[in-house]
Each structure stands twice: as C-alpha cells, then as structure tokens.
C-alpha cells in the first residue's frame, strides 16, 4: 500500500480522541461490527433451525422413493424390484399404498392419507391427524376410513352403499405435522380394493445408489433421493437464507454510509494535507487512493471486530447452550450452527459494502 496506505493509517490511528470525526469513524466501525456480528450469529442459529428441520425430515423420510412416471399405481413384485432389495447398500426395501380418504372419529371427520405399510401390525394415527379428530390411543372408540367403492356410481339416496370401510382401533400417535394414518397393508388393499399394486416403493439405506435403483428400474420410474421427496421445503429454506442475508447486509449498508460522512468531513478538514501532497509531487491517483484506504480501513477495523464477536458468540452457543428456548420445543436452547462459508461470505459482502461506500466518498476530492 506504500506512501497511501502509511498516511490512511495515521488519519485512522492519530490521536485527536476528541475530533468530531474522529468520533463518527469510531461509530461507524462499531455500526460495522455489530452489523457483522448480528449477521453471523443469525445465519447461524438459521443454520441450526434447519437442521432440526432436516433431521426431522430425513427420520421420517426413506433414503429413496420409487414412483411410476405414468399412472398411480405398479406391480413392485417383479425381478427388477426383487433385484433393487438385494443391491448392495440397501438396508431394507417394500412397497407402500396410499391414498387420500374420509376418515371418522367420534362425532369428528375429516380427509385425510391412509398408508398402507408391510411392516405395520397396528394403526398409528399422526400428531396433526390426532389433534384435528381428538384421538387417544387405546381408548374405546376407533377411526374408520371411507374410501369410494370401485366400479360403482355414487348413490345420494343410500351414500354408505357406495363406499368401502375399514375401523380400527389407534395405538399410537406419531410424531408428524402430516395428516395420516398408518395401517397394515393388507388393511389397505382391502379398503382401496388394490390387491397386489402399491403406489410408492421405498428404500432404506444410506450406502445405495440411487444411479442403480434408476438403471435396474429403467425410464418407467422414477427415483427420488430425500431431497427429492421435499423439494419445496429445501428450496424455501434456501430462498429463507438468502433472504436474511441480503436483509442484513442492507442494513449493514446504511450503517457503512457514516463511513461516508466522516471520510466527507475528514476531506475537507484535510485540504491543506492534500494541497501540501500535490506540492509534494503526489498525483491525484496517490491522493485518492489515500482517502479511500482510509474509508476502508474504518470498514475493516468494524469487519475484523465483528467476526471475531460473532465467531466466539455463535461457537458458546454452539457448544455450552447458554441463551435457553423458551416454551417445549425439540431443542432446549437456541440451535446453532457456526458454517465457515457463512463467516467468508459475511466478510467479502461487508468488506465490498466497504469498498464501495469508500469509493462514492472519494469523489469529494477536486482535482
């Protein structure tokens, strides 16, 4: 930085302590580190909010769901699918039948999904499902689901001829913000009259290739990975995070622009420094660059301090869950999660909202 950079570094550490400027310098870079900590400690709670959210997702969620790309339903007995269980990788895999029906309870009803599971043995109904209809489990009353009966026209004079029913009493309740209910498959197929087809075959593994799930399944079916499954939610949480991030930064902005009053106000106060600079043989290029390294060693010094509270905010959290949730939550104390793309992508934004202030402020300089 040279001769530039020496002077900018007096102007910014000199000792006029009571200088008017000298005090809106000071203000401007504590407006830098405390926008600079504010946006790291917020990115990074987001950070453990979502996840929660993912880990909440993939618990429920199977590793791969296989869907027909035309129709609703498919026959998941064949060679092709008996193949894709035995991959290498797959802890478990079978089919699931679904479908949206009636459901009664008590005196309540409502529509609902009814999932048809080999591996269930009971009917569990979800928290949200449970709520809506006022279900207990093991108690006397049962849930019983309407579905329309297959090749017959709907009878306004007797409406329950024209439906199948299946009752049965709930066990349990799962945790789900899903409306859903949980049955054994056979109990399914005969509510849906869907004998041997299912509408979803899910897979269970972490090590499986979903490359060689879709080539063993060929281009009739399509395979979705957990990211596929809930693409909606991943994309709105991404959206939500660039969001916060470009929120914060404006409002790093408008701090950043004190910075461009006191670099107006040091310009004038130091004409005389810059007619001695011109005598001096300094060229307007030197005089600038001067002024402007000042404006950006004012965003620097706030920059430098701001990440390194944020930093050591965000990493207690983290680790000791000092700031507690209020109310029951899934997590007694704020979630955190310190990203070191966050940290970088916090600098360089405010590092540039620093150049950039900086170099609007120069332009007080006549030549």
């Given at each position: 930085?040279?001769?530039?950079?020496?002077?900018?570094?007096?102007?910014?550490?000199?000792?006029?302590?009571?200088?008017?400027?000298?005090?809106?310098?000071?203000?401007?870079?504590?407006?830098?580190a405390v926008g600079t900590a504010a946006l790291i400690v917020i990115l990074s709670v987001y950070n453990g909010f979502d996840r929660i959210i993912r880990d909440n997702l993939?618990?429920?969620?199977?590793?791969?769901?296989?869907?027909?790309?035309?129709?609703?339903?498919?026959?998941?007995s064949t060679e092709a699918f008996l193949a894709v269980a035995g991959l290498p990788g797959v802890v478990s895999a079978d089919g699931v039948l679904e479908e949206t029906v009636?459901?009664?309870?008590?005196?309540?009803?409502t529509i609902t999904k009814v999932r048809g599971i080999a591996g269930a043995w009971q009917c569990s109904v979800s928290a949200a499902l449970a709520s809506e209809l006022g279900v207990k489990p093991y108690f006397v009353d049962q849930i019983r689901l309407f579905f329309p009966s297959k090749g017959e026209s709907f009878s306004m004079a007797n409406p329950a001829a024209s439906l199948e029913s299946i009752?049965?009493?709930?066990?349990?309740?799962?945790?789900?913000?899903?409306?859903?209910?949980?049955?054994?498959?056979?109990k399914a197929r005969?509510?849906?009259?869907?004998?041997?087809?299912?509408?979803?075959?899910?897979?269970?593994?972490?090590?499986?290739?979903?490359?060689q799930v879709a080539e063993l399944l060929g281009p009739d079916?399509?395979?979705?990975?957990?990211?596929?499954q809930h693409p909606s939610i991943y994309k709105m949480m991404r959206y939500e995070k660039a969001a916060i991030y470009c929120i914060l930064i404006f409002v790093v902005l408008i701090v950043a622009f004190n910075i461009f009053g006191s670099l107006s106000m040091l310009i004038i106060d130091k004409k005389d420094d810059i007619g001695t600079l011109r005598s001096m043989g300094a060229d307007e290029r030197t005089i600038r660059r001067t002024f402007w390294l000042e404006g950006w060693f004012v965003s620097l010094l706030g920059l430098l301090i701001g990440?390194?509270?944020?930093?050591?905010?965000?990493?207690?959290?983290?680790?000791?869950?000092?700031?507690?949730?209020?109310?029951?939550?899934?997590?007694?104390a704020y979630p955190v999660v310190l990203k070191w793309t966050d940290v970088l992508l916090t600098a360089a934004g405010v590092a540039l909202i620093g150049a950039l202030v900086s170099?609007?402020?120069?332009?007080?300089?006549?030549k």
């Open positions: 930085m040279g001769v530039s950079g020496f002077i900018a570094g007096r102007y910014l550490f000199s000792g006029k302590s009571r200088s008017v400027i000298s005090w809106i310098s000071g203000i401007s870079a504590a407006g830098m993939d618990s429920r969620s199977p590793d791969m769901v296989v869907k027909p790309v035309m129709g609703k339903t498919f026959d998941a009636a459901a009664r309870y008590g005196d309540r009803q009752q049965m009493r709930p066990k349990e309740i799962i945790s789900s913000d899903e409306s859903v209910v949980v049955v054994p498959i056979d005969e509510l849906l009259h869907i004998p041997s087809e299912v509408t979803a075959f899910e897979i269970y593994g972490e090590q499986a290739s979903v490359k079916f399509e395979v979705l990975d957990k990211y596929r990440l390194a509270a944020g930093v050591a905010l965000a990493l207690i959290q983290q680790h000791t869950g000092l700031v507690k949730m209020p109310g029951n939550y899934l997590a007694s170099t609007i402020s120069i332009k007080e300089i006549k």
